[in-house]
Structures are given as structure tokens and as C-alpha cells.
Nanobody
Framework: QVQLVESGGGLVQAGGSLRLSCAAS????????MGWYRQAPGKQREFVAA???????NYADSAKGRFTISRDNAKNTVYLQMNSLKPEDTALYYC???????????????WGQGTQVTVSS
């Protein structure tokens, strides 16, 4: 089993920045990729970004140029740096981990509880 704990969400004005963190513990050797999804009220959960254990990254079109995903393998932690935030980025952000297919936006095996990001206009 793998446990994922997110942190870093909050309230920010449009144009501001936030950095989300996701710390993994447990059977981390089973993880080949980690990423982030988000779900806004009344909408389906959507892929945001992912990174493989080798450092390859993939982003949703909505995140390209504004968000950066990175990882610290020594800390088993993945980060999502979000800049130029917009009100439409408001959502519950979930960390996900699993096989390499997570990198291409397919659902992972393990999910965190989510951290709320609210962007005010």
C-alpha cells in the first residue's frame, strides 16, 4: 500500500501562486509515476500534470506554461508549482500515484485526500 498526503492549498488572488506538495510513504517502490488531478464543483475530475520516476513530465493544456511539476526522490515528494492562477483553477487538487500510465493521464492506483485551491477574482 502507498499513502499520499497533500499540502499547500489555500486561498489566493487571481495572478498569484501556490505550491502543492504530495508526500508518499509505504510501498513506494511500486510507484513509477505521480501526478495531480483536480475536481471543481459540478465537474468531472481532470488530469493536471504528472511526472515519472525518471523525470519525464506531462501537462494538461490548461496547465502548460503556468504550472510546473517536480519531484524530490530523496523525500518521496512531488510538487506542483502553480503560477498565474485563474479563478477557473479553483478546485480540489488530488495527488495520484501508480504505474507509468499515470504519466499519460490515466488513473493511478493510489489517491490522496485532496487539498483545496481557491482563486478569487
Amino acid at each position: 500500500q502507498v499513502q499520499l498526503v497533500e499540502s499547500g492549498g489555500g486561498l489566493v488572488q487571481a495572478g498569484g501562486s501556490l505550491r502543492l506538495s504530495c508526500a508518499a510513504s509505504g510501498n513506494i517502490f511500486s510507484i513509477s509515476a505521480m501526478g495531480w488531478y483536480r475536481q471543481a464543483p459540478g465537474k468531472q475530475r481532470e488530469f493536471v500534470a504528472a511526472i515519472s520516476s525518471g523525470g519525464n513530465t506531462n501537462y494538461a493544456d490548461s496547465a502548460k506554461g503556468r504550472f510546473t511539476i517536480s519531484r524530490d526522490n530523496a523525500k518521496n515528494t512531488v510538487y506542483l508549482q502553480m503560477n498565474s492562477l485563474k479563478p477557473e483553477d479553483t478546485a480540489l487538487y488530488y495527488c495520484v500515484a501508480g504505474p507509468i500510465t499515470v504519466l499519460v493521464g490515466l488513473s493511478g492506483n493510489y489517491w490522496g485526500q485532496g487539498t483545496q485551491v481557491t482563486v478569487s477574482s
